[in-house]
């Protein structure tokens, strides 16, 4: 079975600074993993995936993560947090074989202060 | 590109009441899965169909099911509605099936709630 952590319900940041999103994975095999956001009323909005080669995955609106094989972690990060980024962020993992099936995290919320 | 578009919004039934939720993949897209978002579970996979068939099942009682058509449109159905089962329903569609890489793109939800 399949399975994500998102230890931090909520992380606090002051807009400017980096921020970091953490993630670690268990999952049977070689993983896919994902990287959500959710504003409020709205469905799951993709940022990033990965799936194989440089463990630095650059995604949409200057996200990125860092997979770790040995941790089995995929922390989500930003160098400098923007206020518009408080949202939900889900991480998510995918069995290369169990089809589509996302597994989800349970989501940090992320508060970016001015 | 249209995104994946899902119908109605918001509805509100009665316990004992069946419901029928409908999700239009992106053009293109034939993959189709259902997830039921709720602040006490968040999100778990329901089911996902690609080219008509069910492909993947979570675990959820037989109260719920799906369908797909030929056009890759989905829907998915909720028999003998139960409290519980007041939450987000998002569809996500996917380019190709189970060996590729490509990531789902969700629609915005229907809300169901369930008095």
């Known amino acids: 079975a399949q399975s994500v952590a998102q230890p931090e319900d909520q992380v606090n940041v002051a807009e400017g600074n980096p921020l970091t999103v953490k993630c670690t994975y268990s999952?049977?095999?070689?993983?896919?993993l994902f990287w959500y956001v959710q504003y409020p009323n709205r469905g799951l909005q993709f940022l990033l995936k990965?799936?194989?080669?440089?463990?630095l995955v650059k995604g949409s609106y200057g996200f990125e993560a860092e997979f770790n094989k040995s941790q089995t972690s995929f922390h989500l990060k930003k160098p400098s947090a923007l206020v518009s980024d408080s949202a939900l962020y889900f991480c998510?993992?995918?069995?290369?074989?169990?089809?589509?099936?996302?597994?989800f995290g349970g989501g940090t919320r992320l508060m970016v202060k001015p | 590109k249209a995104g994946v578009t899902q119908t109605p919004r918001y509805l509100i039934k009665t316990r004992g009441q069946q419901v029928t939720l409908s999700c239009s993949p992106i053009?293109?897209?034939?993959?189709v899965s259902w997830y039921q978002q709720t602040p006490g579970q968040g999100l778990q996979f329901l089911f996902e169909?690609?080219?008509?068939?069910?492909?993947n099942k979570g675990n959820f009682p037989g109260r719920f099911s799906g369908r797909q058509f030929s056009n890759s449109r989905s829907e998915m159905n909720v028999s003998t509605l139960e409290l519980g089962d007041s939450a987000l329903y998002l569809c996500?569609?996917?380019?190709?099936?189970?060996?590729?890489?490509?990531?789902?793109?969700f629609g915005p939800g229907t809300r169901l709630t369930v008095t």
């Open positions: 996500a569609s996917s380019v190709l099936g189970s060996t590729t890489s490509y990531e789902q793109y």
């Open positions: 999952v049977s095999g070689n993983p896919y």
């Open positions: 990965y799936i194989t080669g440089d463990n």
């Open positions: 998510a993992v995918r069995a290369y074989n169990a089809g589509n099936m996302l597994t």
């Open positions: 053009s293109g897209h034939r993959s």
């Open positions: 169909y690609f080219s008509e068939t069910q492909r």
